[in-house]
Structure formats: C-alpha cells, structure tokens
C-alpha cells in the first residue's frame, strides 16, 4: 500500500505536467488533430506503454515480495495484493506458508523446537519457502520476457511514428504521453482500492494508545520483603523447634529428671 502510494504521487505529477504540455501545445500549434495512420499509432503506443508501465509495477511488487519471504520476516502478513501474473498460484502457497507458521507458534508455546510435530510444521515452513521463492523467480522471468516483447513493439511503432510529419508526431507524441500517465494513475487507483480492502480484512483494528512505562526498577520480586520474611520465618521455626527437641526429649539429664 506505501509503494502505491508512493507510485500515485509521482503520476500524478507526471500527469499534470503532460496535460499542461498537451494544452500549450495545442495553443501554439495549429495541429490539433492526427490522421488515421498517426492516430492508430499512438493508440497502439499508448496501449503497449500503459501496458509496460503495469509489468514494471508488477515486477517491483514480486522483487518486494521475494525478499520479504527470503529474508523470512514478518510472512504473516504478506500478500500478493497487485500482483497480476500468478496472483492465485501464490496465494495458495502464502495462505498455506502462513498456516503452517501459525500452528508451529501455538505449538512452540507447550513444546520445544524438538517436539517431532514442530520439527515437522519446521520442515514444512522451509519447503514452502523454497516453492514460493522458486515460483516467483519463474514469474518473474516470464514476466520480463513479455516486457523485453512490449518494449522491442514500442521501438517499432516508434520508428513508424518517426515518418509522421514534426508538428503531427510532437502533437501525438504529447497526446499519448497524457493517456499513458492517465491510465496508470486508473490502474494505480484500482490497485490502491484492492490493497486496501485486503488491509482492512487482514490487520487487526487495534491501535496503541500510549506507550507503557518502564518502571526504573523491578517490581517484582522484592528482594527486601523477601529477606525480612525468610529471617522471621527461620526464626520463629528455629524457636519452634527448639522448644519441640526439648520437649520430645525423655532422656535423663540431671537428678530432678529421675525422680
């Protein structure tokens, strides 16, 4: 959800600036409109950048999630939110990844890692780790055969656009520049929209308030109370004894315990 945020600010920057290019063009021009022929190929320009623009995303998502299940922190909360190519394939594992980490927590609370079900639950933790990274790493080279596909269209289209007239490819090349940023920031808010109804689905609505404070000292145990007591206990049983040896003893130890 922060790197879509983050996306939508910097497209939303790059919109704004392409639609106030576009509009000062169109004022200091008198070519306003395309023909056919530049008019189609922008309209495939602008699709195949659009489309460009959504696997670059997608590949940064997959890299982010790669390294958080690599590095093996916080995997209860991850998810494929914006991850287009795979999405439900990856899902299933996550969900079962997560699963297996949940069972192995509760266990870990009565048993020890030896416990031969933690032991397993392990052992399951480390191989769906493996299956995911290596499911990622398939995606992730799919994924990038199709952009280096995408990008080597673009570079055809725009050798066709280079024989369109100047002021007819500047006016083209402006258009679609706006078009691509608008469609991004559609995809971006589709996107943003799914995330968050995952977050509010998935993270516990509970907030901390204020902090709690740490005490300069410990509270418990309380050494002192527990010396004063130890030494009156050890008194008042050292008394008590003494006085039960005394009065179990009937053995004769003077002349007045004879008669």
Not at 68 to 92: D, T, W
Not at 233 to 238: A, N, Y
Request: aromatic share 4%; glycine share 4%.
């Amino acid at each position: 959800l922060t790197f879509i945020d983050d996306q939508l600010k910097l497209i939303t920057e790059n919109l704004k600036g392409s639609a106030i290019k576009l509009e000062e063009f169109k004022k200091t021009s008198k070519t306003v409109n395309l023909s056919s022929k530049a008019e189609n190929i922008i309209r495939q320009m602008s699709e195949s950048e659009t489309k460009l623009a959504e696997i670059s995303i997608e590949l940064e998502m997959l890299g982010t999630l790669y390294e958080q299940v690599k590095s093996g922190k916080n995997l209860e909360s991850i998810s494929v939110a914006g991850v287009g190519m795979g999405q439900s394939s990856l899902s299933g594992m996550i969900k079962e990844l997560q699963d297996a980490i949940m069972k192995k927590r509760i266990l870990r609370e009565d048993y020890t890692e030896m416990y031969p079900e933690v032991r397993k639950l392990a052992k399951t933790i480390a191989e769906q780790k493996k299956l995911i990274i290596s499911t990622i790493k398939s995606l992730n080279k799919s994924i990038k055969e199709r952009k280096e596909l995408i990008e080597k269209s673009i570079l055809e289209q725009q050798k066709l656009l280079n024989k369109v007239p100047a002021d007819e490819r500047m006016f083209g090349q402006l258009q679609r520049k706006f078009v691509v940023n608008e469609k991004i920031y559609s995809y971006l808010l589709e996107k943003r929209s799914e995330t968050a109804i995952i977050k509010e689905s998935t993270v516990s609505k509970n907030r901390i308030i204020d902090e709690a404070l740490t005490p300069a000292f410990p509270i418990k145990p309380k050494r002192k109370l527990i010396v004063l007591v130890g030494l009156i206990l050890g008194l008042v049983l050292g008394i008590a004894l003494a006085f039960l040896r005394e009065f179990l003893d009937d053995r004769i130890k003077s002349e007045e315990d004879s008669s």
